[in-house]
């Protein structure tokens, strides 16, 4: 595949073991227009930039190198990691986003994404519960890159995980309320367990991060309520990692 190097000063000075890197964060840009994204992840005065920017036909950029800290995921937490800069890999995804007019990704672009994403798989060994997006690491902050973004398709091909339950047997659980409080616990439980980090005591942050789940796994309806169907999916997931 061809890499069109594109280098952006947004990094930190010292320079990382590629044993660091654990994580891979997929963003959208959320701007007008690939031109503009390309400047502002390039600019000094931004103070953002990702690894990789691919755009909407496929071409892939290479604006900082893995073994330096890119600036893309700001404070955020997965699992045992926090302030996941250190041990990601950050790649941009140039869509409009839900500010200037979210559209779905490009085949192109994704089919890009997928080879970027597997030969840095095979490169750093990422575990496939280690590739996220952006809202996942930081729920109470970010949507990107948001319900457009076909997590299943791409863990079909072994990037990142997926539930597999039967769509229509799944649909039966929808809006079914949970009653009791140890499924509310079990539930809370299994976020953790996929790498969610967020504090139960606050109602809009655990509500940030209900949505930040459905955003990236049932996606056909994002409420921030803890229904059945959810239970299921978080469970199903929960049970294979
Ligand atoms: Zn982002």
């Given at each position: 595949?061809?890499?069109n190097?594109?280098?952006?000063?947004?990094?930190d000075?010292?320079?990382?073991?590629?044993y660091?890197?654990k994580?891979?964060?997929?963003?959208?840009t959320?701007?007008q227009?690939?031109?503009e994204?390309i400047?502002?992840?390039?600019?000094?005065?931004s103070?953002v930039?990702?690894?990789?920017?691919?755009?909407?036909?496929?071409k892939?950029?290479?604006l900082?190198?893995?073994?330096r800290?890119?600036?893309?995921?700001?404070?955020s937490?997965?699992g045992?990691y926090?302030n996941?800069?250190?041990?990601?890999?950050g790649?941009e995804?140039v869509?409009k986003?839900?500010?200037?007019?979210?559209?779905?990704?490009k085949?192109?672009q994704?089919?890009?994404?997928?080879?970027?994403?597997?030969?840095?798989?095979?490169?750093?060994?990422?575990?496939k519960?280690?590739?996220?997006?952006h809202?996942?690491i930081?729920?109470?902050?970010?949507?990107?890159?948001?319900?457009?973004?076909?997590?299943?398709?791409?863990?079909s091909k072994?990037?990142?995980?997926?539930?597999?339950?039967?769509?229509?047997f799944?649909?039966?659980?929808?809006k079914?309320?949970i009653?009791?409080?140890?499924?509310?616990?079990?539930?809370?439980?299994n976020l953790?367990?996929i790498?969610?980090?967020?504090?139960?005591?606050?109602?809009?942050?655990?509500?940030k991060?209900?949505?930040?789940?459905?955003?990236?796994?049932?996606k056909?309806?994002?409420?921030?309520?803890?229904?059945?169907?959810c239970?299921?999916?978080?469970?199903?997931?929960?049970?294979?990692?």
């Amino acid at each position: 595949m061809k890499i069109n190097n594109y280098f952006s000063p947004n990094f930190d000075n010292a320079k990382r073991s590629t044993y660091s890197i654990k994580i891979i964060v997929i963003h959208y840009t959320g701007m007008q227009s690939e031109r503009e994204s390309i400047k502002r992840l390039c600019s000094s005065k931004s103070k953002v930039s990702s690894h990789f920017l691919i755009s909407r036909n496929g071409k892939v950029y290479r604006l900082v190198k893995d073994n330096r800290i890119a600036w893309h995921a700001g404070k955020s937490c997965w699992g045992k990691y926090k302030n996941l800069n250190k041990n990601s890999i950050g790649i941009e995804l140039v869509n409009k986003g839900h500010k200037f007019g979210y559209t779905s990704f490009k085949k192109k672009q994704l089919s890009s994404l997928i080879s970027v994403c597997g030969s840095l798989i095979k490169k750093y060994k990422i575990q496939k519960r280690n590739i996220v997006g952006h809202s996942d690491i930081a729920p109470f902050r970010k949507i990107d890159p948001g319900e457009k973004f076909p997590w299943k398709e791409l863990a079909s091909k072994k990037i990142g995980i997926w539930h597999y339950c039967e769509p229509n047997f799944l649909k039966r659980f929808r809006k079914i309320k949970i009653k009791e409080k140890k499924e509310k616990i079990k539930f809370i439980k299994n976020l953790n367990n996929i790498g969610y980090c967020f504090p139960t005591n606050n109602k809009p942050l655990f509500v940030k991060t209900i949505k930040a789940f459905q955003r990236h796994y049932r996606k056909e309806l994002i409420n921030g309520l803890i229904d059945k169907e959810c239970m299921i999916i978080a469970n199903n997931l929960s049970k294979k990692l």
